[in-house]
């Protein structure tokens, strides 16, 4: 067998937290898909390059179920991202299903929703930079913004009750353990049922909010309690997890390039186009989220045959000089910025709405109230989080 690539127990195996690994780079010259093995032995694709990624996302055939779990091949032990427990007739049955929950929330994810909660989210933006500032300097962005916010967020969207947070965000975090295949699944087994018995007591107690629109969903029989709270569960940590990370790498791209600090700082108006190269340049997060084909691919030079794991590497993808000018630069008035952040055709994430209002909150208030913020230690002192599920920093502290 051809020697292969071990995907890093850490998406920082690099030597510059702000680089790609020099991994992905030298996988990436030689072809747009290549060979690795997983952190748990199996063996997959990685996907490294903008235009197959691209093409990909847009094929029907390639899915998030394995047509036999028993043998499918695994990325991470994580009982959260792992797709092999699905189980279809065929892609076919997996894409009909796939549109009917996106049908589903079309509504929890609208504009007038998200519109909605844009007041709320300012709100707790603003209370989070107020107690930073009471705080004074040095802070760490980690904890005073990047972790508490999207889950305070995604609660309230969700209609999850403020006593009950703590818990359901625990059971998220141990679910995406990559290496803890019993623990992982004990907590999802237990954010499953919650989140289930939530739903069933929003549809005795209705309100504005994703729990109440999967419990009509269940009145009318479209849903059953079980596929509500995996749903629910699925959607909490999507609108955590990643934002946690994508807040910490936006402000820590902002903090290194401070002519891009400046010039957001004097127009707002870069704020949109800032949180979309943001987006592009988020540097680990989402590397070990398995697909798998449901029939023979031919791409790239290669043939994924059926039932063969499938990586989508966006942070090559992102980065593919084939796709975008200087792509290692921080550019905050980036045009056109297509980048795969979210996902792309069916696999495009259904929070993105959300996620946009959040970040450009976010960031608009940072730097309108924090206007001379910096880093408080030299970048080599940062510490990554070395869970490859989700990335991210242990700790950005920050001055002003």
Not at 115 to 141: K, Q
Not at 219 to 231: K, P, R, T, W, Y
């Amino acid at each position: 067998m051809t020697e292969q690539p071990d995907l890093p127990t850490s998406p920082f195996d690099r030597p510059d937290i702000l680089d790609i690994p020099p991994a992905v780079r030298r996988m990436r010259e030689r072809g747009p898909v290549s060979r690795f093995r997983t952190m748990v032995g199996d063996e997959a694709w990685m996907v490294t390059r903008f235009a197959e990624a691209r093409r990909l996302f847009l094929d029907p055939r390639l899915t998030r179920s394995h047509p036999d779990p028993e043998n499918a091949p695994r990325v991470t032990h994580s009982a959260l991202l792992d797709g092999s427990d699905w189980e279809y007739e065929d892609y076919q049955a997996e894409y009909d299903n796939e549109a009917a929950m996106r049908a589903l929330l079309a509504k929890s994810f609208s504009a007038r929703r998200m519109a909605a909660l844009r007041p709320r989210i300012e709100a707790l933006v603003d209370d989070l930079l107020t107690a930073m500032a009471e705080h004074g300097p040095p802070v760490d962005l980690v904890d005073a913004l990047a972790r508490p916010l999207p889950t305070l967020v995604i609660c309230e969207l969700l209609g999850v009750p403020h006593d009950e947070r703590e818990r359901f965000q625990k059971w998220s975090e141990q679910g995406a353990d990559p290496m803890d295949a019993r623990g992982s699944r004990a907590a999802m087994g237990s954010l499953f049922a919650s989140m289930g018995e939530l739903v069933e007591r929003k549809r005795a107690d209705p309100a504005e909010d994703v729990l109440s629109d999967l419990a009509a969903a269940c009145e009318a029989g479209v849903l059953d309690a079980f596929s509500a709270g995996a749903m629910a569960s699925g959607l909490l940590f999507a609108g955590n997890a990643t934002t946690v990370v994508v807040i910490q790498w936006g402000a820590l791209h902002l903090l290194t390039n401070p002519d891009q600090w400046d010039a957001l700082r004097r127009d707002p108006s870069l704020l949109a186009s800032a949180v979309e190269e943001i987006l592009r340049r988020r540097m680990s997060g989402g590397e070990a989220l398995a697909h798998y084909a449901g029939a023979d691919i031919e791409i790239g030079g290669v043939t994924i045959k059926a039932g063969d794991a499938v990586v989508m590497n966006l942070i090559g993808a992102n980065h593919d000089p084939r796709a975008f000018e200087r792509p290692d630069r921080f550019d905050i008035s980036r045009s056109p910025n297509p980048h795969l952040a979210f996902g792309h055709g069916r696999h495009l994430c259904v929070g993105r709405n959300l996620a946009r209002v959040e970040l450009r909150v976010v960031f608009g208030r940072l730097v309108e109230r924090f206007p001379t913020l910096r880093l408080a230690v030299p970048v080599d002192r940062l510490r990554p989080n070395n869970n490859p599920v989700v990335g991210g920093l242990r700790e950005l502290p920050a001055t002003w």
